[in-house]
């Protein structure tokens, strides 16, 4: 209520608002939201439920369907799917395969960023008292490496990337 109240707010001024989101959120809340909230960017890090769950500790049901409906609706332009890149988890062919094939069948124009893995990541662990996940840190991926991800997105239907 309270980030609705302070978007709604911020559209009387005329400021153009961005919400970065997993919508793992009730609908009611995300269609109540949604005429104060410009552009959306939804991350999708891991598509099978069971590695979600595993690994986020939520289902991600309610995400894929918030996905789902959002790019079956009149807003379907102003959001962004975006997967961040983590070694051995979300940077899977099969991963990649299986999010570009149900967002493109949602929408054929969807927009799609893979975002590279940050070693930086590593320093936040400490602060907040978390075990890092990876005994040696990864580094980000090649040029080349980001290319082949990209190649599989669009063999599963993937047409507008977004790129750094």
């Not at 608002?17 to 891991?46: G, M, N, Q």
């Not at 940077?91 to 590279?116: G, H, M, Q």
């Not at 980000?140 to 190649?151: P, R, S």
């Amino acid at each position: 209520d309270f980030l609705i109240e302070v978007f709604q707010k911020l559209k009387e001024k005329g400021i153009h608002t961005t919400i970065e989101t997993s919508l793992f959120v009730k609908r009611e809340i995300l269609e109540k939201a949604l005429p104060y909230i410009d552009h959306l960017y939804v991350d999708i890090k891991l598509f099978d439920a069971e590695k979600h769950k595993q690994y986020t500790g939520v289902d991600n049901h309610i995400i894929l369907d918030n996905v789902a409906w959002l790019l079956h609706s009149d807003r379907k332009k102003d959001v962004t799917i975006r997967t961040p890149l983590i070694p051995k988890l979300t940077a899977r062919p099969d991963n990649i395969a299986a999010i570009s094939t149900f967002i493109s069948n949602c929408y054929s124009k969807v927009r799609y960023e893979l975002l590279n893995y940050n070693p930086l990541a590593k320093a936040k662990y400490s602060y907040l008292d978390m075990e890092y996940c990876f005994n040696e840190n990864p580094k980000l991926y090649t040029n080349e490496q980001m290319e082949q991800f990209y190649a599989i997105a669009q063999t599963h239907g993937i047409q507008q990337f977004i790129k750094e």
